[in-house]
């Protein structure tokens, strides 16, 4: 359990630095053709969305995981040490159904959409909509993982916007 | 007994002219006028419960009863919808309301249904044209060299590549202040858009090319459609023809009325003579959508434009 | 209320309250209304993508990724630098520093919190050692951050313009006046509390001083131009400027100022990563949520309730201010803005407010939410730097809230305090 959940932690952290180089590359592209050559691709602005939809839904898993999601602990903060283990577990056990519906509503969505193609590149429409399924996935086992294998008290992290 | 609630969704606003806003307000009428003791059609403008791409998949999902929607946003569910999309291919509102009444139309509807969706009716939004600050169009020569803006879409794009323009997409949002800076020279875009949007302000000219016919589906899930009982099922096919006619002839009145107000707002305005070079030109496009919507319906269609 | 309004109110205030986060919350609540009315499973799955599929939300990394680039690279140090040769000497000369750096800072930056943490890690420290108390410095590190989303460019601004179909170029015009005005009143701050405090001025920096920091300090003092220069100049629109200046922070940081090294990227670009899927996981979770609203009227009925019984313009705006602050404190502010959008629209609508004022109002209220307490995005990065309660520093910020109040109220009711740098 330990291992297969550090090994996907590392490849989600691998696929979102990958997604965002792309993201980058691809429109830095964009602007330089359209200058430079003074014309425009086709394909440039949809590949980088794809990439922010998977930036979007890989950091939303990993963000289970890493425990970097905002929250309120308002009430957290008041309880003694052994009231917040228990609330911290059931919190995670939460996470976990959020998940398993998340990856039983992506597989249905991906079901009734298979088989269309996208609007620029005509890549296979599962390629996006698989994401959510998967993501679902993600949070399953990572939600798992902390059930299982509690931190210490969780703390919010650096957050941003 | 509880009323069957229909939901309705578009993404534009609910103004009195707006030709999303008119046909799901006719759609409401005529339904009710027939079954209205059995059914509640609930109207949604303004993307209130979504963008086009969410409306269609939930009407495939049965999570968003009908709305109406744009004919390119259609053909990404059933990609056969890309010949409504095909520059220059229709030459009037007239023909093309044939068209789509007829065979070609039904097989599209059909193809559709296989896919969850069922089409009430093949609205319209208005002949797209062409508004820049270089010069008219009335030769596709007069596009070589002007920057317009297009939207994300191959065939757009392909169809200003293959005309010598420079297309450009960019998002909606930027595109009043990029031709009010002159970032870009013009626009294709629907008459209706130029009024409310005042680019009247910002643009010069305006050519009446008519390149695109957009077509505006007013479309019901079929997962909706089929808990119906038989006396709502058949008022909603019917309320779906009356809708559609009151809903053309009063585009075509406002596309009238369009033209004379941006005249009188000093636009120039040219209407293109002969467009047959234009579909000449743009032959590339065409032959690029073959694959996605069939040999036999394209066949069909072009004999039936000639 | 219906079983889905009460459970799309109550059932997700218990939810954030119990303390799961906000978009495990509002993707928790979605499944729970579907599996309660028997809705389609797959409406989930479909809302959540839906909501990461416009070009526009692509700014958000980009411009979380360009402040990680500027801070790894050094070019944040080199604008704190700069503002320090200039202003140190004054009373409160080092918590202006502060103030003047984000300011530049927020150039470049989008975001409240990346600024708080940029230029507090460096000040928070150096303030303390020069006399300040540290929960001041830490208020005004997390005050400062607020300059983020209100000037340009700012991640706040593309959201709502997103949301309210607007130009995102015209609304980040609309942030400048009140986010100086902010700044202003936050120097006047330092300086009325550096006086009563007794806390000892820094010597003034000398003429070869001001000039080598100026040196030093001209690739990032650039780096705006870059970004608003190319949006304003019709070159690129706002989410290419935040790609190019990624590109910009790339180039200075490998091969100008050589601070970055290609093997550092893959944690810098992770880094941006996880602040950016924290903003776009709830944006995404909150569309699907948004359309449950709008399909109950919800918003409707409130907004129809409003124009009821409220009549004048100046009292449903400073109604729309009063809701936005109580909810900014217990729920997230960019949720507030995609949720509640269309019922924002609406109201502005309703009263005939310019839909850029609208704009600035809500951006505007949104960075006041970022700092204000019990939370705030730039609450958390300041006490996660100064290793501080929320009590110490919720008891010194007050004074900094107050002038963020009074920029809010003239930027509400002075329309063309907002709209001074509208094109004609
Ligand atoms: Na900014
Ligand atoms: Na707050």
Redesign the pocket.
């Known amino acids: 359990m330990r291992t297969v959940c550090s090994a996907a932690g590392a490849a989600v952290r691998w696929s979102l630095f990958i997604a965002i180089a792309v993201m980058l590359t691809a429109i830095a592209y964009q602007v330089v053709m359209r200058y430079v050559f003074g014309r425009a691709p086709s394909w440039t602005e949809e590949l980088a969305i794809l990439m922010f939809a998977w930036s979007t839904l890989g950091g939303f898993a990993l963000g289970v995981r890493e425990g970097f999601h905002v929250r309120l602990t308002i009430i957290l903060d008041r309880l003694p040490p052994r009231s917040r283990q228990i609330a911290e577990r059931i919190l995670d056990l939460f996470a976990l159904l959020v998940g398993a519906y998340l990856l039983w509503s992506g597989w249905r969505y991906v079901d009734v959409t298979a088989g269309s193609t996208s609007a620029a590149i005509a890549y296979p429409i599962e390629l996006l909509h698989g994401m959510a399924p998967i993501a679902g996935a993600l949070i399953v086992l990572f939600a798992a993982e902390r059930f299982w294998n509690p931190s210490p008290v969780r703390e919010n992290q650096e957050p941003a916007a | 007994q509880q009323k069957i609630v229909i939901k309705m969704g578009w993404t534009s606003g609910a103004g009195e002219t707006d030709p999303y806003a008119v046909g799901a307000r006719e759609f409401k009428k005529s339904l009710e006028a027939r079954v209205g003791q059995k059914v509640d059609v609930q109207l949604f403008p303004n993307r209130q419960i979504g963008d086009e791409k969410p409306l269609i998949d939930g009407m495939r999902l049965g999570t968003v009863d009908g709305g109406i929607i744009t004919n390119a946003v259609i053909s990404q569910i059933e990609p056969a919808f890309q010949l409504n999309d095909l520059p220059f291919l229709f030459e009037s509102e007239a023909q093309a309301q044939r068209i789509l009444d007829g065979s070609v139309g039904k097989k599209l509807a059909d193809k559709l249904d296989a896919k969850g969706v069922k089409v009430l009716g093949y609205m319209e939004g208005g002949f797209r044209n062409m508004i820049n600050n270089v010069r008219p169009v009335n030769k596709p020569d007069d596009i070589k060299g002007v920057k317009y803006r297009v939207m994300q879409n191959p065939v757009y794009i392909g169809m200003f590549s293959s005309l010598g323009g420079n297309a450009i997409p960019m998002a909606w949002g930027e595109v009043f202040t990029a031709v009010q800076q002159g970032a870009i020279d013009g626009l294709e875009i629907p008459l209706s858009i130029i009024d409310q949007n005042k680019f009247f302000e910002v643009t010069k000219y305006l050519s009446l090319t008519n390149h695109t016919y957009s077509m505006i589906g007013l479309l019901i899930s079929k997962r909706t459609y089929d808990k119906f009982p038989d006396d709502v099922k058949k008022a909603a096919i019917e309320a779906g023809v009356e809708a559609t006619k009151a809903q053309r002839a009063m585009s075509l009145e406002a596309t009238k009325l369009v033209v004379k107000t941006l005249e009188s707002k000093g636009m120039q305005i040219n209407r293109v003579a002969d467009f047959k070079p234009f579909r000449t030109a743009v032959s590339s496009v065409y032959d690029k959508v073959k694959g996605s919507v069939g040999e036999d319906l394209m066949k069909e269609a072009l004999a039936a434009v000639q | 209320m219906s079983t889905i309004a009460l459970l799309l109110t109550l059932g997700f205030g218990a939810l954030v309250v119990a303390g799961v986060p906000f978009a495990l919350a509002i993707a928790g609540i979605t499944a729970i209304v579907l599996v309660a009315v028997d809705i389609e499973p797959a409406f989930l799955a479909q809302q959540i993508i839906a909501g990461s599929q416009s070009f526009s939300l692509l700014a958000i990394p980009l411009f979380m990724l360009a402040g990680e680039l500027m801070s790894a690279g050094g070019l944040s140090q080199r604008l704190v630098d700069v503002a320090s040769v200039l202003v140190r000497h004054l009373t409160g000369g080092l918590a202006m520093v502060t103030v003047l750096a984000a300011l530049v800072f ?5 975001s409240a919190p990346a600024t708080t943490a940029a230029i507090g890690s460096i000040l928070i420290p150096a303030m303390a050692n020069a006399g300040y108390s540290r929960a001041f410095a830490a208020s005004i590190a997390v005050s400062s951050g607020v ?8 991640i706040a601004f593309v959201i709502w313009g997103i949301v309210a179909e607007q130009s995102i170029g015209r609304l980040f015009l609309s942030g400048i006046v009140p986010g100086l005005a902010i700044a202003l009143g936050l120097l006047i701050v330092c300086y009325f509390h550096a006086k009563r405090n007794a806390v000892p001025r820094l010597e003034r920096a000398r003429w070869p001083e001001i000039k080598q920091a100026f040196a030093r300090g001209k690739w990032a003092l650039f780096s705006p131009l870059v970004v608003l220069g190319g949006i304003y100049g019709g070159i690129f629109t706002p989410t290419e400027a935040a790609a190019m200046s990624c590109v910009y922070a790339l180039a200075v940081g490998l091969y100008i100022e050589r601070r970055l090294t290609w093997r550092a990227l893959p944690e810098v670009f992770l880094k941006a990563a996880r602040t950016s899927a924290l903003v776009t996981a709830i944006i995404a979770a909150s569309v699907g949520f948004g359309v449950l609203i709008a399909q109950e009227q919800l918003a409707l009925k409130f907004a129809t309730w409003l124009a009821e019984n409220v009549r004048e313009r100046w009292t449903a705006l400073a109604g729309l201010n009063a809701v936005f602050f109580v909810l900014a404190a217990v729920m997230d502010e960019i949720a507030i803005m995609v949720i509640l959008g269309p019922l924002l629209i609406a109201i502005g609508n309703k009263f005939g407010v310019d839909p850029i004022h609208l704009g600035s109002i809500i951006v505007t209220n949104v960075a006041i939410g970022m700092a204000a307490p019990p939370i705030g995005y730039c609450l958390f990065v300041g006490m996660a730097i100064s290793g501080l309660s929320l009590g110490k520093i919720s008891k010194v910020i007050w004074p900094q809230i107050i002038v963020m109040l009074i920029v809010l109220f003239l930027t509400t009711y002075i329309p063309s305090f907002a709209m001074a740098f509208q094109p004609k």
């Open positions: 927020s150039a470049i930056s989008g300059l983020g989303p209100l000037i340009p460019p700012s």
